[in-house]
């Protein structure tokens, strides 16, 4: 089993003692899913300055930002773009030896749609299932802004 750090907004978390809060079990599995989902993976437009352990980790969504076409078009391809992070994900998942049930995630469901409020930005719902909580789902959104 792992421990991840907590993180928040972006921030990982300390507590008013100073130590620095973990998470884990569905809720690091979770954390993972999320933070791969908010990481830009590295392609010839997005060439890192630094050594990353895993350059496939991440997904495509940010390359988006920008891209012209029809909406359904669009909203096919950012379909397309969740559905080869959960594969990477998976395949990720399958390379460790040390994973506890709350970080296997067994069921992802999404949708895909623009935002009413501003139709500049896809969002993307999502309601994820680990093997420790078959009973219960957590639910995040992911926001791409597209132009």
Known sequence: MAVGLKIIDGDFCVTAAGTVEVVENTDKG????DKMLKTDA??????TTYYRYNPKY????????GAMGSKKHLLNTAKDLINNTIKNYISLQESR????????????????YYD???????LI???ITTAEST???????YEQVIS
Do not use: C, H, K
Request: hydrophobic letters at 35%.
């Open 116 to 122: 009413p409020n501003n139709p500049s930005t896809i």
């Open 42 to 47: 590295e392609i010839s437009t997005n060439l």
């Open 125 to 127: 719902p999502m309601t």
């Open 30 to 33: 979770i954390r993972d899913f």
């Open 58 to 65: 991440g997904n495509y969504l940010v390359s988006m930002t």
């Open 97 to 112: 030896s040390n994973l506890s049930l709350g970080e296997i995630l067994i069921d992802i469901s999404y949708d895909v």
């Open 135 to 141: 009973n219960s789902a957590t639910s995040i959104t």
